[in-house]
């Protein structure tokens, strides 16, 4: 089992950084594919960023150029460092892992493991 813990999650003003840190324990990450999804209430989770256990990343493109994902093996750890944000991006973000390699990176049913989340609140 894998357990996950999303954090860095706050308030910011439009334009602001934040950079939201997933803590793994359980199983060591460097063979894990993983990712960021958000979700508003009542709504999909949306696919965010995800990084590859070899290295390769993917975005959305509402957030490509802003938003860059990476990895710290070393520390078990995923990072998500979110520049220019914009009160569209409020909402709960979740850190969430599967093994090996697939090939819906940007598919949230391909995903095994799942973070509680954390509040990224934008204002205006």
């Known amino acids: 089992q894998v357990q996950l813990v999303e954090s860095g999650g706050g308030l910011v003003q439009a334009g602001g950084s934040l950079r939201l840190s997933c803590a793994a324990s359980?199983?060591?990450?460097?063979?894990?594919?993983m990712a960021w999804f958000r979700q508003a209430p009542g709504l999909e989770r949306e696919f965010v960023a995800a990084?590859?256990?070899?290295?390769?990343?993917y975005y959305a493109d509402s957030v490509k150029g802003r938003f860059t994902i990476s990895r710290d093996n070393a520390k078990n750890t995923v990072l998500l460092q979110m520049n220019s944000l914009k009160t569209e991006d409020t909402t709960v973000y979740h850190c969430?892992?599967?093994?090996?390699?697939?090939?819906?990176?940007?598919?949230?049913?391909?995903?095994?493991?799942w973070g509680r989340g954390t509040q990224v609140t934008v204002s205006s």
């Open positions: 359980g199983r060591t990450l460097s063979s894990y594919g």
């Open positions: 969430t892992a599967v093994p090996g390699t697939v090939a819906g990176l940007r598919d949230h049913d391909q995903y095994t493991y």
């Open positions: 990084i590859r256990w070899t290295g390769g990343t």
